[in-house]
């Protein structure tokens, strides 16, 4: 079965420390790699993407994600965390069966306190 | 330019009624898809769309639940005979294409449907 799992469900870090929320995935074929961030009472924004290339890949609002293929995963990491930042984190995979269709994670709500 | 809309954005209903959640994706995006979103929950897909068909509805909980897309563009959630466990964030998203998977997805605001 292909999935996708968000291990945390709560990140805690203080302002200007380095975030990490990380996301491992379980797909056939090669996966591409999505992350989200929704906001309360919003849609889901897209944050980046891995397709292909590169392992790092960089994407909006300062973050960047690590394409591991060995590990498979792909955590989203920013180096100084904003109180801005706080928000509900979803990582997403484009099945290779169904194209149509994106398997997220269950979400890691991250807390930047001041 | 105007992003995915989603109306209404709040809903209340009696559990027996049928309600219609609307979306109009952004313009030329081909591909449309329909998520729900529990209190506390992650993202449950329910059904997308390419142009017109629905290649697969396999995540359509029951057959109280129905999708339609008319023109490529504007697409209707019906939820007959809710229910209160139908009560959830419902959140369409649209895409540029579907085949070959590297557009991501831009999602709505939402419909928060409350079922009393």
């Known amino acids: 079965a292909q999935s996708v799992a968000q291990p945390e469900d709560q990140v805690n870090v203080a302002e200007g420390n380095p975030l990490t929320v990380k996301c491992t995935y379980s797909v056939s074929g090669n996966p591409y790699l999505f992350w989200y961030v929704q906001y309360p009472n919003r849609g889901l924004q897209f944050l980046l993407k891995?397709?292909?290339?590169?392992?790092l890949v960089k994407g909006s609002y300062g973050f960047e994600a690590e394409f591991n293929k060995s590990q498979t995963s792909f955590h989203l990491k920013k180096p100084s965390a904003l109180v801005s930042d706080s928000a509900l984190y979803f990582c997403?995979?484009?099945?290779?069966?169904?194209?149509?269709?994106?398997?997220f994670g269950a979400g890691t709500q991250v807390v930047v306190t001041p | 330019g105007a992003g995915v809309s989603q109306s209404p954005s709040n809903k209340v209903t009696e559990k027996g009624k049928d309600v219609e959640l609307r979306c109009d994706p952004i313009s030329g995006h081909t591909a449309l898809y329909w998520y729900r979103q529990s209190l506390g929950q992650g993202l449950e897909f329910l059904i997308y769309f390419q142009g017109n068909s629905a290649p697969d509805k396999s995540g359509l909980p029951s057959d109280r639940f129905s999708a339609e897309r008319t023109g490529g563009s504007v697409s209707t959630l019906t939820i007959q005979r809710t229910q209160q466990e139908d009560s959830a964030v419902y959140l369409c998203?649209?895409?540029?294409?579907w085949g070959g998977g590297n557009s991501p997805l831009h999602f709505g605001n939402g419909t928060r449907l409350t079922v009393t």
């Open positions: 997403a995979v484009r099945l290779a069966d169904s194209w149509g269709k994106f398997q």
């Open positions: 891995y397709i292909t290339g590169d392992n």
């Open positions: 998203a649209s895409s540029l294409d």
